[in-house]
């Protein structure tokens, strides 16, 4: 039957989504287990839902000629009250519009919004220009001589480690790798304070230059709205949420505050601007783009992944601008079988759920968890001396010396000339193609690229095997798609989608370059950290 879902936001308006619930054979005795799937399947539909756009209110319309909907549905509202890993979702729209409410009616009182009422451009925050009829490549170029003239620094904050990158005058002075592990600090004082401590670096550098900080750039790995980081549901911060000598909300509002820390390390009226990271890695590829003038290839504007602790997603759009939304593509739920790895605890590398929802989720069908994973189910040979087992529960220690940057490089390695090493990375690129199905039903039409950032494409070997896996399952989708569609419909028209890896080919900005230029360092790794400081330079 028939069903709809309705979100409303204050950053987007409504948007209304069609679903179809898929039928059992109703054999007898199968009832109870053909229920219990379809409701998994609405949670995940909505969850998804929620990941990308959040909302003040949920508006389930269910269809009345199927048996059983309208207890279906009014079971829906109070799993997402009462479900924990559900919860999370429930606990952005709070931080973000102040109140969530879900509700369900039959399709009968649903009506369509009009025209005139439907907001279909998404609200943008973050890079905010002026409302201008110049192209993206245009508007992006005018921060090139901004960089010229002031003291910049960018900061690229991930899961495993903080990548620095100082500017002075046009001039990369240098850059920084610190390592550590956010997810284990109870406070938001241990998460802070890194961050501080390399600003304080910086700080004194330029200060022995007679010069002070004018300008900070963040790529922070959580939502970002509006320079604010309003998510708090992330792995990074699960020792806050875990730590009972605290109330969470009041510890994470620290965190929220995270610019207002940065300003005094700045001189009077300096730029300092956050965004996720994920939208850093799409406006850094639109940066080195736009030096080239490749109007054609911003057209649509730009989705970038970032790959590594974890999957980061980012969209700038044509004019310049972030949508103000989640866009939480690495904690979609897409897999509803493999029950063996769904029964395992999510500290387990074997698992298929979630550490921060405890579901079954792309975060560990993408980035190093699931190079982990993949590893052991192909070849558990492959993690020798990498891994220990405690109570049953397989993982990568982390003390005393932390060893998961150390596996995935080695992963890596062995993928030159290992097959079930290279396979790993092949399924995390088909793993990838399924993401790329779900946005497209998610936002209708998306760019017709997507750069990869992150460790995963610091090999070339790696990345070339994740483009191959991506191509052969995104192709599969286009075919199966095609054949579905009516003659000379949208669907009929639908094209490939381009993978393209962010490494040293994309060095085209002055500051990218002088990092393409330096001895032991790579633009994979810190190129974020350099379009963090073109990020910082708006007007």
Known sequence: ?????????????????????????????????????????????????????????????????DPGAESLAQELPECFMREKGLGKVRHIARRIYGDFCFRTAPMREYQAVPDTEKAEQIR?????????????????????????????????????????????????????????????SPTAEGIIEPVLDLLREAQDRLVRMG??????????????????????????????????????????????????????????GASVRITN????????????????????????????????????????????????IPLEMYDLLLDLGDLPSASLPPEDLRSIRNENSGMPGVRRYLGQAAAYRLAWKL?????????????????????????????????????????????????IGRNLAMVACEMNWIFGTTPPARFLFGRFTKSRRCFELIREGFEAAYGEFLRSRKGQAEKGSALEEEGAIQLVAADESMANTPLMCQLAESKGVTVAQFGQAVGAIYYALDE
């Open 1 to 65: 039957g028939r069903w709809m879902v309705r979100l409303k936001g204050s950053h987007y308006g409504v948007r209304d989504y069609e679903i179809f619930l898929p039928h059992g054979k109703g054999e007898a005795g199968d009832e109870a287990a053909e229920r219990g799937f379809l409701l998994r399947y609405l949670k995940a539909t909505i969850y998804n839902l929620l990941s990308a756009f959040s909302a003040g209110e949920v508006v389930l319309y269910y269809g009345e000629d």
């Open 124 to 184: 943008c925050g973050g890079t905010a220009e002026t409302e201008t009829a110049e192209t993206l490549s245009a508007l992006l170029k005018r921060r090139i001589p901004m960089a010229e003239m002031k003291n910049c620094v960018g900061i690229d904050i991930g899961g495993s480690d903080i990548k620095l990158a100082v500017s002075a005058g046009g001039k990369l002075l240098y850059t920084r790798e610190y390592d550590w592990n956010p997810a284990s």
């Open 211 to 268: 010069g002070e900080i004018q300008a900070v750039g963040i790529s922070f790995p959580d939502i970002v709205i509006d320079d604010e980081i309003v998510g708090g549901e992330t792995p990074k911060t699960k020792g806050m949420r875990d730590n009972p000598d605290l109330d969470y909300e009041t510890e994470f509002m620290k965190l929220r505050n995270l610019r207002e820390s940065v300003l005094p390390l700045c001189a009077p």
């Open 277 to 324: 990271d994920g939208n850093m890695a799409a406006f850094t590829a639109a940066m080195e783009m736009a030096v080239c003038d490749n109007d054609s290839g911003l057209s649509g504007g730009i989705i970038a992944h970032t790959l590594g602790t974890d999957l980061g997603t980012g969209w700038l759009k044509e004019d310049c601008t972030i949508p103000a």
């Open 379 to 427: 070849d558990a040979q492959l993690l020798k001396d990498y891994v220990k087992e405690e109570g049953g529960v397989l993982r990568i220690p982390t003390e005393p010396a932390d060893l998961r940057k150390p596996c995935l490089e080695h992963l890596m390695q062995c993928a030159a000339d290992n097959e079930k090493a290279g396979e790993i990375f092949r399924q």
